[in-house]
């Protein structure tokens, strides 16, 4: 090894180190009694130098430390870790998959279209153009709009005629014609005021003919829209449901799914411990860790991964089957996990889950691959702050992002949430704030009503939820 670069890393000079030498050398130069204290002339020269060639060194250090992967940063560590095979995740935007409703016989939304997510005013683009067809689409919705008893309506579907007389002073109109409607071969599923019909074959279901008066009929089309900006969006069922421009034909539009989470950029921590874990699990074959890192490694949206087996012959308490095991994903859509899950699994072992989702194998052959997809569990977040004067006050928008930041670090799947815990990435995050509380609250939908507890508070969350955090869950209280 060299004078400077050893066995145990890079040597550098310390600034005294290198004003030293200089001093000396320019007493070899011009001899002993040459000037060199930090007040001369030739001092504050030999200082000047010293200082420049202290930023080489720093250099030198920076530039030595950039090929390791626990001390490197931005691009740096990009490409420490490309040399594990591993590129830093982009930010992605929120993914959801919609129905499409309008009330006419045939009509074309166009790619583009925009449908809006009120709760923060997310637009969201439609991918690809939609053609709705009466005859011939993905649902039907069926709304009461004055039905009267004693009164004969005619549905010709594609599944067979309906016929709806109710004669009764007490039954209802809309229970009697899905009763109608299974019993010809459809399904139904009640929603206020009407019905969504499907065939009871999930193949395409039409209506054709004169339709019945009293009756709003809306044609359904599944489309696939995309958040107009990335980053860590959600869009939870039912919240994709306003249309903001009028496009013509389009009536109606709404989720019964949830959303795929967007993402933001992969930071330097979440990429070194990725790499590492890839390093280490990437090439192995079946196992849990294997399993997992693939997942997080080559399936794009996939935000959290893990893998609990059942290795005994009796069914586990969780419900898992003997020897199965079960793979917890958030992020990526089904069919792109599914198909990554097939190809790392072990042989001849069950995969369990709550989605199943049929994929093609290698020679073409359909096969059933069940994971499950953790349950959000909708965190709310309550600071109460003061300024510290000395530096300078955070924007709401700053604290918020701090703690949107810690949140997608932290909350992984079973993480709890510790109110305490959360002013550590209130206090990393930015400057200007003195003493700070956090209370805390968790409910199941993100329109909940949340019941703060105490600034010591900790809540429990199950192996297979996982606390997600908003910004408009976020609420700040500056005292002064």
Sequence with gaps: MGEFVTDTGLRRKTLQEIRTDLENGFKKVFGPEFETSVDSPNGLFIGQLSLAFSKLWELAFEVFSSRDPGQATGLALDYAAALNGITRKTALPCTVRAMLYTLEQSVTIPAGS???????????????????????CDQLMILDDGSQKNTEYVFHFTF?????????????????????????????????????VKDANNTQVGITGELPDDWNIYAGALGNFTAVVTGLQTCEIGELDEIPREVSGWELVYNYEAGVPGTNIESDEQLRVRRAASARSILASGTD???????????????AASVVSNRTMTEDAAGRPPKSFETLVVGGSNQTVAQNIWQNQPAGIQSYGNTSVEISDGEGIGQIVSFSRPQAKYLWVKIT??????ESAPTNDEIKAALLNFASREYQMGVDVISQRL???????TTGIGNATAQIAVTDS??????????????????????????????????T
């Design 423 to 429: 002013l550590q990435g209130l206090y990393s995050g």
């Design 446 to 479: 993100p329109e909940g009503t949340p019941t703060y507890g105490s600034t010591i508070d900790k809540i429990s969350i199950g192996p297979l939820d996982y606390a997600a955090l908003d910004a408009d869950r976020i609420t700040l209280v500056e005292e």
């Design 385 to 390: 702050w003061e300024r510290y004067t000395e």
């Design 289 to 303: 860790s294997a399993i997992a890192a693939h997942l997080l490694e080559e399936v794009t949206g996939v935000t």
């Design 160 to 196: 067979g005629d309906v016929t709806l007389n109710n004669t009764s002073l007490t039954a209802d109109n809309i229970s009697q014609l899905a009763t109608a409607i299974t019993a010809a071969g459809g399904t139904c599923e009640f929603i206020t005021g009407g019905l969504l």
């Design 114 to 136: 925009q449908a809006l997510r009120p709760r923060g005013n997310l637009l969201f683009d439609l991918d690809e153009a939609v053609t709705i067809n009466r005859s011939l």
